[in-house]
């Protein structure tokens, strides 16, 4: 082969660049960003707040999910409260709580909707459950959750100090612009503030409900639960949601 006929192929073997593997930030931008599709926070994929608000939380099946197993342990251990020794029958409060959470489960399954939402809040019920009858105390029925609220909190505070919000990393990857809002101040300044309120709310839940599990308060402490749960989880998403969406670019119709 000749000199002239070999440049176009060596032209072109120049101009090919390597690829690249994705960056951390990258990859946990497209984790939560498929995360926060898959609940229904996708910018371009609802017309109004209650709308995405109501997909995130699964509607009304994705409700009950979330607070049917919880709301059942607490009423059944208060009212099962031995005065002596201030213990609800925990087999009993953890059972039915437990059986909820499998109904739940074989629902979807059945139904063949996605189970993540359902397997994931079985495996918790259930781990929780074990952990409560190994102590025996009703009270630690709540732990995993402490820690799960913790990792959680702590995640978005670290994330949003460094510089690398991730509620940023989630609708950088949503919108399509990756990590290219780190060099908009606005956007930067508006994704950490929602990171440190998440980090927040997640905070609020530990303050509150640890001096309750050190006093063995089961009744309060899962009441608190529960309405520290969803009704501040929607406020949240909901702001959230908005201020994603303002700050997504305009769509040509």
Same mark, same amino acid.
């Given at each position: 082969?000749?000199?002239?006929s070999?440049r176009p192929?060596a032209?072109?073997d120049a101009?090919?660049?390597p690829?690249?593997p994705?960056?951390?930030?990258?990859?946990?931008?497209?984790a939560?960003g498929n995360a926060a599709r898959r609940a229904?926070l996708d910018?371009?994929?609802?017309?109004?707040?209650?709308?995405?608000?109501?997909?995130?939380?699964g509607? =009304?099946?994705?409700i009950?999910e979330s607070? &049917?197993p919880? %709301? +059942?342990?607490?009423? /059944?251990?208060?009212?099962?409260?031995?005065?002596?020794?201030?213990q609800g029958?925990?087999?009993?409060?953890?059972?039915v709580?437990?059986?909820?959470?499998v109904?739940?489960?074989l629902a979807?399954l059945i139904?063949?909707?996605?189970?993540s939402a359902a397997i994931?809040?079985?495996l918790?019920?259930?781990?929780a459950?074990?952990l409560?009858?190994v102590t025996?105390r009703?009270q630690?029925?709540?732990?995993l959750?402490f820690?799960?609220n913790?990792a959680?909190g702590t995640a978005?505070? =670290?994330?949003?100090?460094?510089g690398w919000p &991730?509620?940023? %990393? +989630?609708a950088?990857? /949503?919108?399509?612009e990756?990590?290219?809002?780190r060099?908009d101040?606005?956007?930067?300044r508006?994704?950490?503030?929602?990171s440190?309120?998440?980090a927040?709310?997640f905070?609020a839940r530990l303050?509150?409900?640890?001096?309750?599990?050190f006093?063995g308060?089961?009744?309060?402490?899962?009441?608190?639960?529960?309405?520290m749960?969803?009704p501040?989880?929607?406020?949240?998403l909901?702001v959230t949601?908005?201020v994603?969406?303002?700050l997504?670019p305009?769509?040509?119709?």
């Open positions: 082969m000749s000199e002239e070999s192929d032209a072109a101009e090919r660049v690829l690249q994705p960056s951390a930030a990258d990859s946990v931008g497209a939560l229904g910018p371009a994929a609802h017309g109004s707040t209650g709308a995405a608000v109501w997909s995130a939380m509607g =009304v099946r994705g009950l607070v &049917l919880s %709301l +059942a342990f607490v009423v /059944l251990f208060t009212v099962t409260i031995d005065p002596e020794t201030r029958n925990l087999w009993l409060s953890l059972g709580s437990v059986g909820l959470a109904v739940f489960t979807r139904a063949k909707s996605p189970p994931g809040g079985l918790a019920t259930v781990g459950a074990v409560a009858l025996g009703g630690d029925n709540f732990v959750g820690f799960t913790g959680y978005f505070l =670290v994330s949003a100090l460094v &991730l509620i940023g %990393l +989630a950088g990857y /949503l919108l399509g990756g990590t290219g809002w060099a101040r606005r956007k930067k508006a994704y950490t503030w929602l440190i309120a998440w927040a709310l905070a303050v509150v409900q640890l001096p309750l599990y006093a308060d089961v009744t309060a402490l899962g009441t608190l639960k529960i309405v749960g969803l501040l989880f929607a406020p949240m909901a949601w908005l994603v969406r303002s997504s305009r769509r040509e119709s």
